[in-house]
């Protein structure tokens, strides 16, 4: 099992015509993702031809012809799809999602960057109410490794394993992939760095609290609102399985926006220190780099390998 | 962005709020024919992005004209926590009957936006909310509806304003929804002996994503105070100045965020931070390392990149190509992981430039840049 995605997803590509739209969307049949179909007005009714590699990395291999739909309403009728991922541009993100949650799909995955914060809170708020769960926006999605991946998380640098993640920030899930490629992953979900996002740290953590696949959580946050001490008062009230933590931005001076739109330390709020205080105060050891917190995670496992006598 | 007073009391004019008469200059001479024009006596205001200003002595009354030319003559050039008073605004004084607190701020973690009013306004709010709770109304604004009068009367009502703040309260959500801002903050909102709801002082956030549909932006937009963060942002770089020796560029906002931080852990203060973004040309790694170089104060560069999206091999050109046109005077550690990064250095095993030094590991790549940073 994964949590949000696994191989019976089936997802649409809002935006799979346009030039990132075709680059990840062949990435993610690669990495083995069920993508019934692209979704625009204008190309109603023709098709996309992929090249699929065998793996990411590789050069041509499989022909898979994928749809394209008017519609999502459409999308979803001809082909039962539950997931889409929204790669348009940041003008018309806002439509895309109000129709995504309006033809009433369950999960709907926002990688653009740069959608203003208006828009953002309109359509979480509607797709709220619609009932379909938003991860991001401006965010690398989620990748279930060896079953799915929706989104631009690279689909090879790990496998298949027993941890969970969720991030705030899409290198930095890379990073924590590599530094435990060797264990695995149950599913990686990256949340995005804006102010408002749809899936929250405490989202995630309850759905990989209720996974029975996913042993241990990696929480990975940064500078910049209070998102992470509110998950550490989550973890603290509900969590059981192992948490381990990071936090990026010690180093960040206050009133100055890293990157993030989301990441700005403003006044006494926001800052590293008091994220990783509340972590660690929540019983989540906090590593003081992405290395030493790949090592707190293995000696974690082995602890509960040896205390189970697995 | 955040914007100066002068340019939030514009807006808040232009939405139909009463603000007090009010000029904006960068000359003393000038700030005396201001004042001549508003009657005589003035208020200079300092016009610089942070709080305190009171306290810091830049804001400060004028009981004439030749007054106001001696007062815009000190307040002009102060540093106020860090920020060099570039232009002082004159404004008409008002007689205060009541003073109030009013804005519209983004809750985060409810994903919307939160009206916050208090009676007691002109002071810090931060301080009432914490002394006094109650004194503070907090009341959500659902995004599908908006601040409409009856919303209006409901935040006035909680917080003990008099109904005459009800359209104010919706305009300044005009302000809000209309300019495209994070935040908008009246304090104080104050009603005059004669009765009226006047915004004597304001706060305005605007959203740098909205600036595709918001083409008035470019006349607010004050030039970056750092002239590297200025080059960097000519060239569509993601760069903030920092003050230290290390220069840090890397692949996405957390890794950067992250890799300052080890390169801290290891004794050295990073110089900057510097995002190539995702799936970064070889000609943005090269406009980065350029700006990046030609920070005086920086003594050794550190790339860190986790090629996901960004492929090692286009980073690795981009710093060969860097080479040909900057004289590279400064070792530069190169880490380079993930996506083509066995070709990415080849292609720099093949350069062979002696200040190039490649690590394995970001740990390690900081320590070396740390190291070589701090050695003299």
Known sequence: MAVFLSKESKVLVQGMTGGEGMKHTRRMLAAGTDVVGGVNPRKAG?????DVPRSTDGQGGTPVTVPVF????????????????????????????????????????????????????AFHAYAAAKGTRVIGPNCPGLISPGQSNAGIIPADIT?????????????????????????????????GGDPVVGTTHIDCLAAFQDDPDTDLVVLIGEIGGDAEERAAAYIRDHVTKPVVGYIAGFTAPEGKTMGHAGAIVSGSSGTAHAKKAALEAAGVP??????????????????ERVATGG | MDLYEHQARELFEEHGILVPRAEVTDSPKEARGIARRLGGRAVVKAQVKTGGRGKAGGVKLAADPAAAELTARQILGMDIKGHTVRKVMLAQPVDIEDEFYVSYVLDRAAGHFLAI??????MDIEEVAASRPDAVARIPVDPAEGVTSAKAAEIAEAAGLPPQTVDVL??????????????????????????????????????DNARFRQERWGEKDAPHDDPLEAAAAARGLNYVKLDGEVGVIGNGAGLVMSTLDVVAG????????????????ARIMADGLSVVLSDPAVKSVLVNVFGGITACDAV?????????????????????????????????????????????????????????????
């Open chain 1, 46 to 50: 023709r098709s996309v031809d992929f």
């Open chain 1, 70 to 121: 008017g519609s999502v309403r459409e999308g979803m009728a001809a082909t039962g799809a539950d997931v889409t991922v929204v790669f348009v541009p940041p003008a018309f993100a806002k439509a895309a999602v109000l129709e995504a949650a309006d033809a009433g799909i369950a999960l709907a995955v926002v990688i653009t960057e740069g959608i203003p914060v208006h828009d953002a809170v």
């Open chain 1, 159 to 191: 496998k298949p394993g027993r941890i969970g993640l969720v991030s705030k920030s899409g290198t930095l899930t890379y990073q924590l992939m590599y530094e435990l490629r060797d264990i695995g992953f149950s599913t990686c979900v990256g949340i």
């Open chain 1, 286 to 303: 906090v590593g003081g780099t992405p290395t030493e917190t790949a090592r707190l995670v293995l000696a974690r496992l082995e602890a």
């Open chain 2, 117 to 122: 009013a208090s009676a007691e306004g002109g």
């Open chain 2, 170 to 207: 919706v305009r300044l959500w005009e302000v809000l929804t209309r300019e495209d801002a994070l935040l908008v903050e009246v304090n104080p909102l104050v009603r005059t002996a004669q009765g009226r709801i006047l915004a004597l002082d304001g706060k305005v956030t605007l959203d």
């Open chain 2, 266 to 281: 290891c004794g050295a203060r990073p110089a900057n931070f510097l995002d190539i973004g995702g799936g970064a040309s």
């Open chain 2, 316 to 376: 690795a050109e981009g710093i060969v190509q860097a080479l040909e046109s900057v004289r590279l005077t400064k070792p530069l550690v190169v880490r380079l992981d993930g996506n083509n990064a066995v070709r990415g250095r080849a292609v720099l095993d093949d350069r062979a430039h002696p200040l190039v030094h490649q690590a394995t590991t970001m740990d390690g790549a900081a320590r070396r840049a740390a190291r070589l940073a701090t050695a003299d």
